[in-house]
């Protein structure tokens, strides 16, 4: 099942666009190489006063100074926030120094905010322009492959609370999204695995045809092969896009987006937030999901090895950490999924579709004893 | 000019009715005598396993009980969260106290808030509900004047920074208002003062008959008559309707709400949250909008000594706080009605009928002085 349409190429050979047509909001996710240094990308933004980049301390030093040049002719100040990087930060207390910023600097309520970094940054640059004097515009300068196929639709920003990750947020899109494939040359090559599990995900969720080109160019788009990862980031912004579409405040069909989640966000929560990234604990808890899938009868036995291989491949981890099965069942319960204490898992029923239901504990106690060690 | 419809009565002669109809939710005032007692009132709510009623140490002791056992047939559990009471605990601290409590007890995104209280819980409480998994219903049951006349509808929502108030919130409708008039039996004699302030507010701005109405039954308002109670809750929520249905995101006319609102939140910001009720400071920030009117020449001059006489027998101040011109000027600033620096102001320029616009900063200065000891 390939539901999900293939978009044209709607700006030249060297620019992938993806138009996301929303009820509230239309804007492109502009992808290629170059982005950041092209004047095109930042043309008919918002106009205002006062641009805030919001950054964090391992990214400014790689893109601010470029960024701050592009927008500089546009906007009378161009400022900056810079954060400490990782999702550790994902707090109040960073959001609260968005804010500090903004009002020290009497920002108005046409300020433009700019995300220039991973999904932490987004996520938290989104919440902080979703509820700034109730709302100001902002555009997603994603520079990891995580933020650039994940992060770029659906408008889910959010911060972490102590007791549950992304729990308070907002619904909130962005003005444009310009995702530069050339600031992924400077991804770690952890993070670049991270990104993959996400890309990895809308196979068997959505496009099975696509599960199988990533398992055959697996390898060029670890190498960062720009026509590879191009190809990758559009297709899962298409899918995505898709998916979002028919539901953007996530009644139904957009939970299966977080196949590999439940899990995924147990292993976090649990493990502190920061120790696993986020797309390793994604990948993780596909494994966790796919082998869950089998154990339901809903896909043959072979599924789980394949899904294994390709996340192994991609430089993940395969195998969750001990937190025990009482706690990872506490920690699924609390999932925003989860609907008065019963855990909905996302799981595959046919490669290229997705399920989002409940399973026995017994059955669930079986998944988490053979994948954590 | 009365350009706001007048609603028919749609329930019953002891129940008004006033239908909110916004591009994202449609939802009833329901105004009378014992609606927090009626059944009818609590019936086709969001289904839901869970109720958490947010409400104060002040209001809880005296509705929290009632409100309970209304709810308990219609939800398997039903919880609350007791915040300390007024202006100054309308910050961040107060609002994770909700977002805790709804974690601890493992509460999901289909859980409905109650806000049982006057503006601050109803304000602190829409705001949990808009970013709580982003996203939960609510439902107002506002027991202060000021709140049944003015948090009812607009869905504005938010909490205060120590740089300004009102500055981080959002845009959320509730699913329904229960204002209940007998609770105003408890208030405060300041109070319904500070409630008056809204409710004058609603003449000048938008209804020059109704302004003539508040001035002959001001006496049977202060000494609380439920009939006249009763028709100016209803005004005031038809007339803040008809401007919020025109313009929900606050791009245009909807500002003219906020007349009396940028020398009134200077007064609340300059003297710290809670030490000026918010109508308090309306109320003499309405005099000094007033006069502002009057020395642009907008208003022939009789019109000061009008508003003011009406403003004090309400039992409102009509002098300021000495600030100090300069931080005056200063705190309006970062107003959000503010546009790069420069102050706008809700001004009127016909009785029923108000401008926003800036005015030069020694008028500004000579109002403060004459207003201000």
Same mark, same amino acid.
């Given at each position: 099942?390939?539901?999900?349409?293939?978009?044209?190429?709607?700006?030249?050979?060297?620019?992938?666009?993806?138009? !996301?047509?929303?009820? /509230? /909001?239309?804007? +492109? !996710?502009?992808?290629?190489?170059?982005?950041?240094?092209?004047?095109?990308?930042?043309?008919?933004? @918002?106009?205002?006063?006062?641009?805030?980049?919001?950054?964090?301390?391992?990214?400014?030093?790689?893109?601010?100074?470029?960024?701050?040049?592009?927008?500089? @002719?546009?906007?009378?100040?161009?400022?900056?926030? !810079?954060? @400490?990087?990782?999702?550790? $930060?994902?707090?109040?207390?960073?959001?609260?120094?968005? =804010? %500090?910023?903004?009002?020290?600097?009497? &920002?108005?309520?046409?300020?433009?905010?700019?995300?220039?970094?991973? *999904?932490?940054?987004?996520?938290?640059?989104?919440?902080?322009?979703?509820?700034?004097?109730?709302?100001?515009?902002?555009? /997603?300068?994603?520079?990891?492959?995580?933020?650039?196929?994940?992060?770029?639709?659906? #408008?889910?920003?959010?911060?972490?609370?102590?007791?549950?990750?992304?729990?308070?947020?907002?619904?909130?899109?962005?003005?444009?999204?310009?995702?530069?494939?050339?600031?992924?040359?400077?991804?770690?090559?952890?993070?670049?695995?991270?990104?993959?599990?996400?890309?990895?995900?809308? #196979?068997?969720?959505?496009?099975?045809?696509?599960?199988?080109? !990533?398992?055959?160019?697996?390898?060029?788009?670890?190498?960062? %092969?720009?026509?590879?990862?191009?190809?990758?980031?559009?297709? &899962? &912004?298409?899918?995505?896009?898709?998916?979002?579409?028919? +539901?953007?405040?996530? /009644?139904?069909?957009?939970?299966?987006?977080?196949? #590999?989640?439940? =899990?995924?966000?147990?292993?976090?929560?649990?493990?502190?937030?920061?120790?696993?990234? $986020? *797309?390793?604990?994604?990948?993780?808890?596909?494994?966790?999901?796919?082998?869950?899938?089998?154990?339901?009868?809903?896909?043959?036995?072979? =599924?789980? @090895?394949?899904?294994?291989?390709?996340?192994?491949?991609?430089?993940?981890?395969?195998?969750?950490?001990?937190?025990?099965?009482?706690?990872?069942?506490?920690?699924?319960?609390?999932?925003?999924?989860?609907?008065?204490?019963?855990?909905?898992?996302?799981?595959?029923?046919?490669?290229?579709?997705?399920?989002?239901?409940?399973?026995?504990?017994?059955?669930?106690?079986?998944?988490?004893?053979?994948? &954590?060690?």
């Amino acid at each position: 099942m390939t539901a999900a349409p293939h978009t044209e190429n709607r700006v030249s050979p060297a620019v992938q666009c993806v138009r !996301i047509d929303l009820a /509230q /909001q239309t804007y +492109d !996710i502009l992808i290629g190489s170059n982005q950041l240094g092209d004047d095109a990308s930042w043309k008919n933004l @918002p106009r205002a006063g006062t641009a805030v980049i919001v950054s964090n301390d391992t990214v400014a030093p790689l893109y601010l100074a470029q960024l701050t040049q592009r927008l500089q @002719p546009h906007y009378a100040r161009v400022e900056s926030v !810079i954060l @400490p990087d990782g999702e550790a $930060h994902k707090t109040w207390d960073s959001l609260n120094q968005i =804010f %500090d910023h903004l009002l020290a600097s009497a &920002c108005d309520r046409k300020t433009v905010l700019f995300a220039l970094g991973g *999904g932490v940054i987004g996520d938290m640059t989104g919440f902080a322009a979703a509820v700034y004097m109730r709302g100001v515009p902002f555009v /997603q300068v994603p520079t990891t492959l995580l933020a650039q196929v994940d992060s770029s639709v659906g #408008g889910k920003t959010a911060i972490n609370h102590p007791l549950g990750k992304n729990m308070i947020g907002a619904f909130y899109q962005p003005e444009r999204v310009i995702a530069d494939l050339d600031s992924l040359d400077t991804l770690p090559q952890r993070e670049l695995s991270a990104g993959l599990a996400e890309v990895i995900k809308y #196979g068997p969720i959505a496009d099975a045809d696509f599960l199988q080109w !990533i398992e055959d160019n697996l390898d060029a788009l670890l190498s960062r %092969d720009k026509a590879a990862l191009a190809y990758a980031v559009k297709r &899962c &912004c298409e899918i995505k896009a898709w998916v979002v579409g028919q +539901d953007e405040r996530e /009644q139904g069909l957009r939970a299966i987006l977080n196949f #590999g989640h439940t =899990f995924g966000h147990a292993i976090e929560t649990g493990m502190g937030y920061g120790a696993w990234l $986020h *797309g390793e604990a994604v990948g993780c808890g596909m494994v966790m999901a796919c082998d869950l899938s089998v154990r339901l009868g809903l896909m043959p036995p072979d =599924f789980l @090895p394949r899904m294994r291989r390709l996340i192994e491949r991609a430089g993940l981890p395969v195998i969750g950490p001990k937190l025990g099965t009482d706690r990872y069942l506490e920690l699924m319960r609390v999932d925003k999924k989860a609907e008065s204490g019963e855990i909905r898992f996302v799981l595959i029923e046919a490669l290229g579709r997705a399920v989002v239901r409940s399973a026995p504990d017994a059955l669930v106690a079986e998944v988490i004893g053979s994948h &954590c060690a």
